[in-house]
């Protein structure tokens, strides 16, 4: 079992730029692919980006596409999540995700999920 804690949230004004970082610990052996889901208040947990656990083939929402960089430091076990040009709608809790074997959009194919991080974006 692998636990995932996320940091890096916060309150910046929309424009503004942040990163979020997901630490990997427990099971370190296993290379796991990465994904990020968000949550607003009122709404379901979407998908908001997902990596491979080679590295390659990153998918991202529609949403987010172009502002937004998810990558990994398998040295060092963790996953980020780069945030750019951040927008009021962008304000949810952030979680982390990983999976051993697949790597998509789909939250119920995660097999571990981290306990969520705010990040809230003023107008």
């Known amino acids: 079992q692998v636990r995932l804690v996320e940091s890096g949230g916060g309150l910046v004004q929309a424009g503004d730029s942040l990163r979020l970082s997901c630490a990997q610990s427990?099971?370190?052996?296993?290379?796991?692919?990465m994904g990020w889901f968000r949550q607003a208040p009122g709404k379901q947990r979407e998908f908001v980006a997902a990596?491979?656990?080679?590295?390659?083939?990153?998918l991202y929402s529609d949403a987010v596409r172009g502002r937004f960089t998810i990558s990994r430091d398998n040295a060092l076990n963790t996953a980020t999540l780069q945030m750019n040009s951040l927008k009021p709608e962008d304000t949810a809790i952030y979680y982390c995700?990983?999976?051993?074997?697949?790597?998509?959009?789909?939250?119920?194919?995660?097999?571990?999920w981290g306990q969520g991080i705010q990040v809230t974006v003023s107008s």
């Open positions: 427990g099971d370190t052996s296993t290379r796991y692919s």
């Open positions: 990596l491979s656990n080679s590295g390659s083939g990153a």
């Open positions: 995700a990983a999976s051993s074997s697949y790597v998509g959009r789909y939250a119920d194919y995660y097999d571990s």
